[in-house]
């Protein structure tokens, strides 16, 4: 397992942006699949974002396409999800994950390591 920590929720009206980074520690994000997924009150943790190793392959919700942009910082060991234009149904808990098979869909049961998550809020 890796360490993950996220951090840049907010409060933010519709229409603005956010940027959520996903900090790890002790190994590189870039030997791990890294998934960005959220869960809103009552309802089941879905996938939001996610990139494999080789930096890539960059797959995301179709609910956020055009929306939201997943980055990663190997220098910095941190991977970035840029949120813009922002919806009151994109208000959630979002989380960092990670996890070493390659292969397969983003699947939150796949993944091992997950952060603490951080609370965005879109206002109408």
């Known amino acids: 397992q890796v360490p993950l920590v996220e951090s840049g929720g907010g409060l933010v009206q519709a229409g603005g942006s956010l940027r959520l980074s996903c900090a790890a520690s002790?190994?590189?994000?870039?030997?791990?699949?890294t998934g960005w997924f959220r869960q809103a009150p009552g309802k089941e943790r879905e996938f939001v974002a996610g990139i494999r190793w080789s930096g890539g392959d960059i797959s995301y919700a179709d609910s956020v396409k055009g929306r939201f942009t997943l980055s990663r910082d190997n220098a910095k060991n941190t991977v970035y999800l840029q949120m813009n234009s922002l919806k009151p149904e994109d208000t959630a808990v979002y989380y960092c994950?990670?996890?070493?098979?390659?292969?397969?869909?983003?699947?939150?049961?796949?993944?091992?390591?997950w952060g603490q998550g951080t609370q965005v809020t879109v206002s109408s």
């Open positions: 994950a990670a996890r070493t098979y390659y292969s397969g869909p983003y699947h939150a049961s796949t993944f091992g390591s």
């Open positions: 002790g190994r590189s994000l870039s030997r791990y699949v």
